[in-house]
């Protein structure tokens, strides 16, 4: 089994990235997916968070109001802190779930969008790093999800730093263009991660780009 970390700033199009992985027959462990699955309501993981934060982080129907919980900790270090402290073991447990019942011959990619920050590289034999420019970043969370500016610099301040993140990377995937020129770019990488898996090679540096 070839366990891989993929990660990459919000707004990067890590999403995009999995989703082709998936298609090439990679093994996905998804870390957002698994860390909304362990706040549904009655979940131990909900509980924790109503007594962090109180009940009026909660919908009229009892479940997680996420945009009001983001507003609470994107801007404040020590909530985030607090969250992270609830979510984040939770998450591990079931990711291990997920990673035990892959075959051993099988690429598992952990898509884990605070991998840098939460200092995971030594989990993974390696690290794909989804890259995109701050000002990308910000142009894709305003103009095509929606966010308020302001919300999106918050959120992207909260994380770690595009230098930090490539100097974590294993394999940089430019996703600065259009989406047309990122699927040649994720194929090679996979053809890259079987050989790791196949042959054991070690295959580091930057995906060729057309920048």
């Known amino acids: 089994m070839l366990k891989v ?9 890590k999403s995009e990235v999995s989703r082709l992985l998936v298609s090439y027959g990679a093994v996905l462990v998804d870390a957002d997916k698994i860390a909304r699955e ?12 109503v007594d962090a934060f109180g009940a009026g982080v909660l919908t009229p129907d ?14 404040d270090s020590d909530k985030l802190a607090t969250l992270n ?22 690429i598992v990619v952990h898509d884990v969008p605070l991998l840098v920050e939460n200092g995971l590289t030594g ?64 194929r090679e990488v996979w053809e890259r991660l079987v050989d790791r898996a196949t042959a054991g090679s070690s295959p580091t540096g930057d995906v060729p780009t057309d920048r």
Do not use: C, W, Y
Request: hydrophobic share 40%; glycine share 12%; aromatic share 2%.
């Open 123 to 186: 989990l993974f034999d390696l690290v794909v790093v989804v890259d995109a420019s701050p000002g990308t970043q910000l142009d894709r969370l305003v103009r095509l999800r929606g966010m308020a500016e302001s919300d999106a610099r918050s959120r992207m301040a909260a994380q770690a730093t595009r230098e930090q993140r490539i100097a974590a990377a294993d394999l940089v995937v430019d996703n600065d263009g259009p989406l047309e020129k990122l699927e040649p770019r994720v």
């Open 85 to 106: 402290g609830i979510v984040h073991p939770l998450v591990r447990e079931r990711s291990a779930e997920l990673e035990s019942a892959a075959g051993e011959d099988d």
């Open 62 to 75: 009892g479940r997680l109001d996420r945009p009001k919980l983001g507003s609470l900790v994107f801007s």
């Open 5 to 13: 970390g993929l990660t990459g700033g919000i707004g990067a199009g």
């Open 38 to 49: 362990v706040v549904e309501p009655g979940t131990p993981g909900l509980d924790a968070v």
